[in-house]
């Protein structure tokens, strides 16, 4: 595969808890090509959410190397990895992640603002407008539902325009209404913006709408397939 979006060789993770050492991740590689979309599925604790968050730096791994658009990410310091999420990441939680104290609009602006946008807060309405949420941009994230609480999170990782966007259960805390609309925008946020889209999921019918589906389990990668 040429020039991948990402690339992970032989990957470890291991966390030391109350009980001792836990191993997460066993020897791990996987490569997922500019602009496709990669689904993850597997039973709970089988290494998904762990997989999803080295990929966007959110975690170290304690063995193997991970590269994303060429550059090292295990190699980063906690600087350079959060320079590099803002200039070419977003991701999007199942909890979403707002920031309580800061409306629609500014939740949306921030990661604009932190990278010097002077135009932050047009993009940020645009990306507001995108999700259809233009109405509640004044809201504070108390003050709106959960599907709408998401469609900010998702208008927030879009507005930088990244690269990479990493989603880990986008529709876990939505019911089945809300759950379709987000990932509806999901898909046209990729479209629209050209990114590469990996995304962890318990829905086998979320999972069929991406190129490539792969399944974990016990912290390994069991099986790679196109989706059906």
């Keep these: 595969m040429t020039d991948p979006a990402l690339a992970l060789t032989d990957v470890e993770l291991a966390l030391d808890g109350n009980a001792g050492r836990v191993e997460i991740l066993h020897g791990v590689s996987l490569t997922v090509a500019r602009g496709e979309t990669l689904g993850m599925v597997g039973p709970s604790g089988s290494g ?99 599907g709408e609480q998401q469609r900010v999170a998702l208008a927030r990782a879009a507005a930088p325009r990244p690269d990479i966007l990493l989603a880990d259960e986008p529709t876990g805390n939505l019911d089945e209404t809300n759950g379709s609309a987000i990932v509806d925008l999901l898909f046209s946020l990729r479209d629209r913006h050209g990114a590469t889209l990996v995304m962890v999921t318990h829905a086998p019918a979320l999972a069929r709408l991406c190129d490539r589906v792969v399944t974990m389990r016990d912290g390994r990668l069991e099986t790679q397939a196109a989706a059906a």
């Design 48 to 146: 998904k959410s762990s997989l999803l968050m080295l990929m966007g730096g959110l975690e170290q791994a304690t063995g193997g190397t991970i590269t994303a658009l060429g550059q090292r990410l295990d190699t980063m310091d906690e600087d350079a990895l959060a320079r590099f999420r803002r200039d070419h990441m977003g991701v999007v939680f199942q909890s979403f992640h707002l920031i309580p104290t800061m409306t629609a609009l500014e939740n949306v602006a921030t990661p604009l603002e932190l990278a010097g946008d002077a135009d932050a807060f047009d993009k940020a309405r645009a990306e507001l407008v995108a999700v259809g949420l233009e109405g509640r941009a004044g809201h504070y994230p108390s003050q709106m539902s959960g």
